[in-house]
């Protein structure tokens, strides 16, 4: 019962406390490293519906990701084409997966499950990674070798190749 007023609570952040509590929240966040291993899920609603279970195996880590309107270089020398081509790019990964792959890379003994947005401000994003080691936990059929998150087995994987519904 208390998990469904969380959720109902983030849904809409700014006409509930989460608002509160997350602007002082983040204001230490910035100041930690871009990936960052946390003891219990700021989301517990969330993580425990993405899979989460609260005993050894599973790790959680906190992302931190910039926005941006990602721009290229501007062409300095050589002919000038009419059209620049240095803003209105586009990228092909969203920010949810480029997340889980800096956490695989920070933890390579470890497989991404699943990930979940926590917060954002004006410069970064914030994502949560749920995180398994295999080996304590191998009634987890994640699949054989490594890397799922590299390959596009997990949800925001599954998404940018148009494998979801969403």
Known sequence: MAYKYMAEAWRKPSESYVEEIMRER????????????IDKPTRIDRARRLGYKDKPGYVIVRVRVRKS???????????????????????TKSLRLI???????????????????VWEDGRYKWFEVIMVDRMLLPELKIGKGRGRVFRGLTSAGRKVRGLLSK
Request: hydrophobic fraction near 35%.
């Open 26 to 37: 983040v204001i230490l966040w910035r100041k930690q490293p871009a990936v960052y291993r």
């Open 69 to 91: 309107g990602f721009r290229k270089t501007r062409p300095r020398s050589g002919r000038r084409q009419k059209r620049m081509g240095v803003t209105k790019y586009k990228l």
């Open 99 to 117: 997340a889980e792959e800096r956490a695989a890379r920070k933890f390579p003994n470890l497989e991404v499950l699943n990930s979940y947005w």
